[in-house]
C-alpha cells in the first residue's frame, strides 16, 4: 500500500502541545548553530516556514512533529511561546515514510548516517526499495547495496537463533516455523554446526591445511629408485 497523508489544515499551538519520538524523527542529533540562526531571524521578526505533525494525542503532547525540529527549538530559545503547525493525518506504519521524506526535501539535509539508519528502519518495517529511495531522495541502487549489508547481518543473526534453539532441544521443523524459513535451510545450518561443534580450534586448523598438504604431496616429483 502506498504511504498517504491527509492535510488538515495550519494552526497556531502552544509549545507545548508539540512533542518529538526519536524512532520517528529521523535525525540522531541537534545542529545547534542551525537553531542559534533560526532563533536569531525569528528574533529580528522573520516568519519560518511552519512545522510539519500530526494529531496524535498522548501524554506527551497532542501533535507529533515529524518536520522543523530546529525551528521548534528555535521558538523556544527565542522566547516564542506558540509556533505555527501544519497538521496532517497520517496512518501510524506511514509517519516514518513522511518524516524522511520531508526532512530530506528540504532546510538541513540529513546526513548520510542518518539516511542509512532511516533506510534500514522503513525496511524492518516492510517499505519497499522503490519507497524508500523516494523518501530519503537516494537511488535505488544505492539502497539496494546498503540493504544487502542488512540482509547479510539478518540472516547470520537468523543463523545463530537457529543454532541455539538446536542446541536447546527444539526440532528442525518446529525452528523452521519459528524463524520463518526453510526446512532445509534449518537442516544445513545445524548440520555445520554439529560437524564443528566438538572440533579443537588446532584440530579444525589442521583440517583446513589438510587439502593443501595433500595438494603438495600430489603434485611433488616422484623420486627415482
Not at 529580528?44 to 496524535?56: F, N, S
Not at 526499495?129 to 540482509?151: H, N, P
Not at 547481518?153 to 537457529?162: I, P, Q, S, T
Request: charged share 35%; hydrophobic share 35%; aromatic share 8%.
Amino acid at each position: 500500500m502506498e504511504p498517504w497523508a491527509e492535510e488538515v489544515g495550519v494552526i497556531e499551538v502552544p509549545l507545548g502541545e508539540v512533542y518529538w519520538l526519536d524512532e520517528i524523527y529521523p535525525r540522531a542529533g541537534i545542529d545547534e548553530e542551525l537553531v542559534e540562526k533560526y532563533a536569531s531571524l525569528l528574533e529580528e521578526g522573520v516568519r519560518l516556514p511552519e512545522i510539519k505533525a500530526v494529531d496524535k494525542p498522548s501524554e506527551k503532547g497532542k501533535y507529533l512533529g515529524l518536520d522543523g525540529r530546529h525551528r521548534y527549538l528555535a521558538h523556544e530559545r527565542a522566547g516564542l511561546e506558540t509556533i505555527k503547525v501544519r497538521v496532517y493525518r497520517i496512518k501510524d506504519e506511514h509517519l516514518l515514510y513522511f518524516a524522511a521524506l520531508w526532512n530530506s526535501k528540504h532546510g538541513k539535509q540529513l546526513t548520510k548516517k542518518d539516511a542509512k539508519k532511516v533506510a534500514e528502519r522503513m525496511y524492518r518495517q516492510g517499505f519497499k526499495v522503490r519507497q524508500i529511495a523516494l523518501a530519503l531522495g537516494y537511488s535505488e541502487r544505492w539502497i539496494y547495496k546498503l540493504l544487502k549489508e542488512v540482509k547479510s547481518r539478518e540472516k547470520e543473526e537468523l543463523r545463530e537463533r537457529a543454532v541455539k534453539l538446536y542446541s536447546q532441544g527444539k526440532s528442525l521443523r518446529e525452528i523452521a516455523r519459528e524463524l520463518g524459513v526453510s526446512h532445509t535451510t534449518v537442516r544445513r545450518w545445524c548440520n555445520i554446526f554439529e560437524l564443528f561443534k566438538n572440533v579443537p580450534v588446532e584440530e579444525e586448523s589442521e583440517k583446513k591445511l589438510q587439502p593443501e598438504t595433500e595438494s603438495a604431496k600430489l603434485s611433488a616429483p616422484l623420486e627415482e629408485g
